[in-house]
């Protein structure tokens, strides 16, 4: 073990034949599970890839974030989130560049490593989170990432069967069945993986099935014959879980997505889906209310009937403001907020309203790249600076008016993550001053319908939801036990315990 603090933790993995087929929703349940037993949980990715990220505690007493999923995860284990459960976490700003945080803290220095090596300079970090996490609990489950037979990515790849192998992990293999072809990805992933790591194979699911289960017939037991792994759970189709999806994002057709139970939605609300969207699964609450219809609009036409405009957070926001232009959104966002209907910015939204984005370091691209007029609702300028700011917040609503009145004195728990920081622009009549946080800095600030905030949560509050909506949705620990529930019906009975008992212990330990 090279020194290393000896193992405890029996590991449970969550490997997925592809991406999207439901690891992080399938390792949230399970961390739910394994707590109701009375065990002592945490979750583990050793790479994330997401724009959603939350802020947790880092090491020296600083904040850090890693991804979404993992934040869930957690709260489902019942345990603080903290920056060695996702150590490395890549959040994309364009098609072939990522910032890299690594332990919760943004490495410049490895952003611009190529790939295969910097993976391998990476996976020291991983491995040494993973084993203090088994060195404190009693199970660690794991998520793994894409798929964990992609031969061409197979040599560099720490994220799924290397980690599997440092953590001796018991693997379930994720398929969703629903886009067909479930027995083939399962077979053909079990066929390229080399046999020692075959071996770790204890289960296959078949996620997301509508039908008539007698349909599978005899396809587990020829799988079964064929390969030596056992079929352990056939998950029915469920969108109403409560979870945000894996990648934040969930289309379900070109149309209004009606909240849940709704027979008949009123209140419409279109977020603008430009191509480095971040942090969306703050918005999963809307999906469940009833009175509201929720859009994901990457064009003007799709904004069409909305009642509410909202620009959610972005990973790279002079990108993502050029590319609205491009749609012809800003025109549609200006003759929204002409006839004072109500338009919401967050985060990188907030900057886009503003009246000019100003990068002199450099932060959004080389070349004066992150300079950009911005789509002057809000008379602010923003600014981007070389040091992050993460952060807990709590805020209160103050000095809000008109479309926005109903929030006044409302209080809430967010967070905020962002390079940007926003004043008002010296030669136009201020905006109102709409949120501070704790220490009373402005955060948020309104001019008429338009709104800007830089506090990401808004949407998951009791209170913000009941005071705009007179409504509140399921609270994430009925949630967590709600996903618990389900894969304890739907899993053969004793198959989660079992897998406890298959994963192999670190040599001297029972």
């Known amino acids: 073990m090279n020194g290393r603090t000896r193992s405890t933790a029996r590991a449970v993995m969550v490997l997925g034949t592809t991406s999207g087929a439901g690891k992080s929703w399938l390792a949230t349940a399970l961390c739910r599970w394994y707590a109701r037993q009375g065990l002592k949980v945490a979750p583990f990715k050793a790479q994330n890839m997401s724009n959603n990220a939350r802020v947790v505690p880092g090491s020296g007493g600083r904040l850090g974030e890693i991804g979404s999923a993992q934040y869930f995860q957690a709260l489902a284990a019942r345990v603080l989130p903290d920056v060695r459960m996702n150590p490395v976490l890549l959040k994309p700003e364009n098609d072939t560049g990522s910032q890299v945080v690594v332990l919760g803290e943004v490495r410049a220095d490895l952003a611009a490593v190529p790939w295969r090596e910097r993976s391998e300079r990476l996976w020291p970090f991983a491995q040494d989170a993973l084993l203090a996490l088994m060195a404190e609990n009693d199970v660690v489950v794991i998520e793994g990432a894409g798929s964990p037979a992609e031969i061409n990515l ?42 020692a790591e075959r071996a770790l194979l204890r289960g296959y699911v078949l996620n997301r099935f509508r039908g008539d289960a007698r349909l599978l017939e005899p396809g587990p037991q020829q799988l079964l014959a064929l390969t030596g792994v056992p079929t352990l759970a056939v998950l029915p189709m469920w969108r109403g879980h409560g979870l945000p999806e894996e990648d934040g994002l969930h289309d379900e057709g070109p149309g209004w997505q009606r909240g849940a139970g709704n027979a008949a939605a009123s209140l419409r609300i279109a977020v603008v889906a430009y191509p480095r969207i971040s942090n969306l699964d703050e918005f ?22 909305a009642d509410w405009i909202v620009l959610p957070g972005s990973k790279h926001t002079s990108g993502d403001l050029a590319w609205l232009r491009e749609q012809r959104i800003d025109a549609a966002l200006a003759r929204h907020a002409a006839a004072r209907r109500p338009v919401l910015g967050l985060c990188g939204g907030l900057q886009m309203l503003g009246e000019a984005l100003v990068d002199p370091h450099g932060v959004e ?90 506090a990401h949560g808004l949407f998951e509050s009791t209170e913000v939801l009941r005071a705009l909506f007179g409504a509140r949705v399921r609270g994430l620990e009925s949630v967590f036990d709600g996903l618990a529930d389900f894969i304890d019906r739907h899993f053969e009975p004793g198959a989660l315990m079992r897998l406890l008992a298959d994963a192999e212990p670190e040599p001297g330990k029972d």
């Open 154 to 195: 197979h040599a560099s790849d720490y994220v799924n069967m290397r980690t599997a192998q440092a953590a001796r992990a018991a693997c379930l293999l994720v398929s969703d069945i629903d886009r067909g072809g479930a027995f083939a990805h399962l077979y053909g992933t079990h066929q390229l993986l080399p046999a």
């Open 284 to 305: 999963q609450p809307l999906r469940q209310l009833r009175g509201v219809q929720l859009r994901w609009a990457r064009s003007a036409e799709e904004l069409a009937g």
């Open 365 to 454: 691209g080389e070349n004066g790249e992150g300079n950009a007029p911005g789509l002057g609702l809000l008379p602010l300028v923003t600014a981007f600076e070389p040091d992050k700011l993460l952060r807990r917040t709590d805020a209160c609503f103050d000095g809000v008016g008109d479309e926005w009145s109903m929030l006044r004195g409302v209080q809430f728990g967010g967070y905020e993550i962002r390079h940007g920081r926003s004043v008002q622009h010296p030669a136009l009549p201020a905006a109102a001053v709409a949120l501070r946080n704790a220490e009373g800095e402005a955060i948020g600030w309104q001019q008429g319908s338009v709104l800007g905030l830089y």
